[in-house]
C-alpha cells in the first residue's frame, strides 16, 4: 500500500485551508522522524496541530514545535487545548517533501 508521497487519502482540517489550528497538545515523550518531512520534539514541549491525516497506516498528525512543522505520531501527544470544535474532512495534496 504505498502512497507516494502521500501518507493518506483524507485529513481532517478546522478551516478549508487547514491554516487553523485544531489543538494543542504536551509531548509524551521524546520523538525522531524517520526523514525530514517529520517535525521532532523532546518530552514536555508543546506541539500545535493544524491537520489529522486520515489513514489505515498509523495516524500521523501534523504541527509545529518552534518553527518547526510536519507530522508526527498522535500517539505521543497529550491534548491540552482544544481551539476548534469543527472538522472537516478533505482529500489531502501532496504531502510534505524532502529536499
Avoid at 507516494?4 to 509524551?28: N, Q, T, V, Y
Wanted: net charge negative; hydrophobic share 30%.
Amino acid at each position: 500500500t504505498d502512497l507516494g508521497r502521500r501518507f493518506a487519502e483524507r485529513k481532517r482540517c478546522a478551516d478549508p485551508e487547514c491554516s487553523m489550528l485544531m489543538c494543542r497538545g504536551k509531548a509524551k515523550q521524546d520523538f525522531k522522524g524517520p526523514d525530514c518531512r517529520f517535525v521532532n520534539f523532546k518530552k514536555g514541549e508543546a506541539v500545535y496541530v493544524y491537520y489529522k491525516l486520515i489513514g489505515k497506516s498509523i495516524e500521523l498528525w501534523a504541527g509545529s514545535v518552534g518553527s518547526d512543522f510536519g507530522y508526527f505520531p498522535k500517539d505521543l501527544l497529550e491534548i491540552n487545548h482544544n481551539y476548534s470544535d469543527e472538522e472537516l474532512e478533505l482529500p489531502t495534496d501532496v504531502s510534505l517533501t524532502c529536499y
